[in-house]
């Protein structure tokens, strides 16, 4: 049997002391292994908040006196106590590495050395950085993914499929309603199937692409490291990238990952962030797809989401109590990404996606269906279209929006729809398509961030987003009017 | 370095320039949180470190370990220099 | 980082499960709910980013994210295989660097090995750290933990004259080494042949 680490004797004489405390409490953890927690001050068990372990111990113990135990050992040892023990450990453990390994002489590298070099360099690093972003979301995703293929898809879907699919509906049933509810304006197959195959699913998976190349390469955390001193501004760490970036393609599977996040300031920071100004793909891919026929207008969105992201960032890290955050984060080697494990992860991500849009996005149809027909559909949208007059938006936008409130990927997919019909144009187009951005998380999200942060600071976000998209859509209409630019 | 001249072999991390190299003579932080995380990710005194590079991030190597750091844990590390 | 990952377990079916997690009362049914119809349970733990997942995804044939970056897996994944006759269920962990966790995901991973029964922990460590990651394997036997070591990326330690002798690490910790390539299948084999002796061993243990 593999012997005991022996630490320097008062660290024994400290374990003994406490596990004398710990008594002979039954519990699947050796006492041992118990009273070093604790003398490491191991947060949960120290912490008031209820876990596995605490419920193991806490009640009975006299934390005051382990307290004293730890004090007097560490004016004994005059060194912290954490410190003593982890120096222990990793003496022995420096000590097996010697007896069992065989070392270079000469520390050698990788190959791919210079190019790590390059890539956090600041001087070449953020040039870098620059130019994946242009070409993986701006080319890429938007131009190539939420431009040309959804031009493609969308026109074949209009010109073919809705037709035949509105001619065979008819001759099936000979009333409009049932017609409605599968062609037509609304239906399920021309509204809710072609949404998410024609316009989500390619800019989806042209994003899914681009990030599995980011992911599996180890740029990431590269990139956090470039980006740390901005982000420390916003009250973030670099590591918030990840999650961050992750939420340019869906803010729903963001939102589970800002779990890796240090602080609990850190995570709702960057959960407001997702939900307010981190457009999805499919939002991006549109919206990048729309407005690069009009530079000036894709530049004005821009800069709106980039000040409101710099600007609602830094004033969450005033207001947000907690900790400071701190960054540290180990840098990978780079490796060169597998065709397979690119192929296979992005195939496995958009079959999750696609299954859990379809069948709102068919829902949203019957809703739809069954709103017009009741009424409540139009009664709504009359509700909204004040507001929308108030955006200087046209009013046949006030479906869209609503599509919006289902999911950001519908809402975006109305949007092309409007534009492609030619309703939305010039100013309307930059009002609309920053609305939409900022506006609401999708039901999805939402449901993750209660999950994840908890129904306050879920209420709390979701109606400071409500407020905020709707009141800057309305500044912003006001500006660009009286600054007569014309898109 | 100019702050190098008033303690040359016991330097916290972030007063040293880029491509210095030394040995870890101690971690101290006010925030235990962050000592037992460079504990754990091995950087540990006696422990031979280079610091790469200072911006935008402080980025070490320790053993074969490369790790980015901001300036308040890189404060926390103490280094005796011994070279650049 | 995963869609998939919560595809697997944040779904209402399972949803119960990551709430129990992280509260003690529920143990025994947790371990019912892990492991259903098989006798063994094994986690894979260790340090973030030496390809835990990718060995679960090895062994078990399910997907979860892979990917060049530490923290990726932010929760429990669990799947199963036939070894030696028997069905064993693997767990998935998000990477933790000590026994005393600091983020919330490494919390997940402590408190399934500390707290849950798991039969079997088979620690991945990186070849190319050895001493940083031996840190986590003394931690784990002195919690009295039944460890089975991998020592993964001999690839890329190779390329770096890192050598691994992995029949003396065995024998100075008294358990069993296994030293893997992940991605090029190096060592599968062997890991699961490793995995069946346990296995029998343990199914012998409960017989009698
Ligand atoms: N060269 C090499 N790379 C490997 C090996 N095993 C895993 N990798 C790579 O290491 C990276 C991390 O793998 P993961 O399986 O995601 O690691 P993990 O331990 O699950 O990481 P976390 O979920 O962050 O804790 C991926 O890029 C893998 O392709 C190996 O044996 N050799
Ligand atoms: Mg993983």
């Not at chain 1, 191991?42 to 596995?52: A, F, G, K, N, R």
């Not at chain 1, 681009?210 to 992911?215: N, T």
């Not at chain 3, 990477?95 to 966790?101: R, T």
Request: charge should be neutral.
């Amino acid at each position: 049997m593999f012997e005991q680490i022996l630490y320097p004797s008062p660290i024994e004489a400290a374990i003994t002391r406490v596990e004398s405390l710990i008594g002979d409490r039954k519990n699947s953890i050796p006492h041992r292994t118990m009273a070093l927690l604790l003398l490491q001050k191991d947060p949960s068990l120290w912490s008031v908040s209820d876990s596995d372990m605490r419920s193991q111990l806490k009640q009975e113990l006299d934390f005051a006196e382990i307290e004293s135990i730890i004090a007097e050992t560490e004016a004994a040892i005059s060194e912290s106590l954490t410190f003593a023990i982890a120096q222990a450990r990793h003496q022995l453990a420096m000590e097996i590495e010697q007896d069992v390994t065989i070392q270079p002489h000469q520390q050698r590298a990788f190959k791919h050395e210079w190019l790590h070099q390059l890539s956090v360099h600041p001087l070449t690093g953020i040039p870098i950085l620059l130019l994946v972003l242009y070409f993986g979301i701006y080319q890429f995703v938007g131009v190539f993914g939420g431009g040309i293929l959804v031009d493609g898809m969308e026109g074949f879907f209009e010109s073919e499929i809705n037709p035949l699919v509105n001619t065979i509906v008819a001759t099936i049933f000979p009333w409009t309603i049932i017609q409605d509810l599968f062609a037509n304006d609304y239906g399920i197959i021309t509204l809710g199937i072609r949404y998410a195959v024609a316009i989500v699913l390619p800019i989806v998976t042209i994003f899914f692409l681009m990030f599995s190349l980011l992911e599996d390469s180890g740029y990431l955390p590269r990139i956090s490291l470039l980006v740390d001193r901005l982000f420390k501004t916003i009250g973030l760490s670099g590591r918030s990238i990840i999650p961050l970036v992750l939420g340019l393609g869906c803010g729903t599977m963001a939102t589970l990952v800002t779990r890796t996040l240090e602080s609990k300031r850190e995570r709702i920071i960057a959960t407001l962030l997702l939900a307010l100004t981190i457009p999805c793909s499919a939002q991006l891919g549109v919206i990048l797809g729309l407005l690069s026929q009009e530079p000036a207008a894709l530049l004005v969105w821009a800069t709106v989401m980039v000040t409101i992201f710099l600007g609602i960032g830094f004033l969450a890290g005033k207001i947000v109590s907690g900790e400071a955050s701190c960054f540290y984060m180990e840098i990978p080697p780079l490796r060169v990404p597998s065709l397979n494990a690119i192929l296979t992860k992005t195939y496995v991500r958009l079959k999750w996606y696609f299954w859990e849009i379809l069948p709102l996005f068919i829902l949203a149809s019957v809703l739809i269906w069954a709103g017009k027909l009741t009424g409540l559909f139009d009664f709504i949208v009359t509700g909204l279209e004040p507001v929308m007059l108030w955006l200087g938006l046209p009013k046949e936008a006030a479906p869209t929006f609503l599509y919006g409130f289902f999911r950001r990927d519908y809402g975006a997919a109305g949007m092309f729809d409007l534009h492609s019909s030619g309703i939305l144009a010039g100013q309307q187009l930059v009002v609309a398509a920053v609305t939409l951005t900022l506006f609401i998380p999708c039901i999805a999200q939402l449901q993750f961030m209660f999950k994840e942060r908890g129904l306050k600071n879920t209420i709390a976000i979701a109606s400071f987003v409500v407020f905020f998209a709707f009141s800057l859509g309305y500044f912003l209409n006001q500006l660009l009017t009286i600054m007569e630019l014309s898109f | 370095m100019v702050y190098q001249s008033f303690s040359v072999d016991y330097s916290p991390l972030n007063y040293l320039g880029a491509k210095t190299q030394g040995v870890i003579t101690a971690i101290r932080n006010k925030d235990d949180k962050i000592v037992k995380k460079l504990l754990s990710m091995g950087v540990h005194t006696g422990m031979h470190i280079t610091l790469e590079q200072r911006f935008p991030s402080f980025v070490i190597k320790v053993g074969q370990t490369r790790i980015a750091i901001d300036k308040n844990i890189a404060s926390s590390i103490k280094v005796r220099v011994i070279g650049r | 980082m995963d869609c998939h990952d919560c595809h697997q377990s944040c779904q209402p079916k399972s949803h119960n499960l990551g709430g129990k997690l992280f509260n003690f009362g529920s143990k025994k049914l947790l371990k019912k709910n892990f492991s259903q119809g098989s006798t063994t349970t094994i986690a894979l733990v260790g340090s973030p980013n030496v390809g835990k997942s990718l060995l679960f995804n090895l062994l078990t044939g399910t997907y979860v994210t892979v990917s060049n970056y530490p923290g990726t897996t932010v929760e429990i994944a669990k799947g199963n295989r036939i070894i030696g006759g028997e069905k064993v269920t693997f767990l998935d962990t998000p990477g933790m660097y000590s026994l005393i966790p600091i983020t919330e995901e490494e919390n997940v991973a402590r408190n399934l090995i500390l707290n849950q029964k798991v039969d079997l922990v088979i620690h991945v460590v990186d070849a190319k750290h050895l001493a940083k990651m031996l840190n986590l394997t003394l931690q784990l036997l002195e919690a009295k933990l039944p460890v089975l070591l991998v020592v993964n990326m001999i690839d890329e330690a190779k390329k770096l004259g890192i050598w691994v002798d992995e029949n003396q690490l065995a024998h100075r910790l008294s358990i069993p080494v296994v030293s893997m390539a992940a991605v090029k299948k190096v060592g599968l084999q062997k890991l699961i042949a490793k995995v069946a002796d346990y296995v029998r061993a343990n199914s012998l243990s409960i017989a009698y």
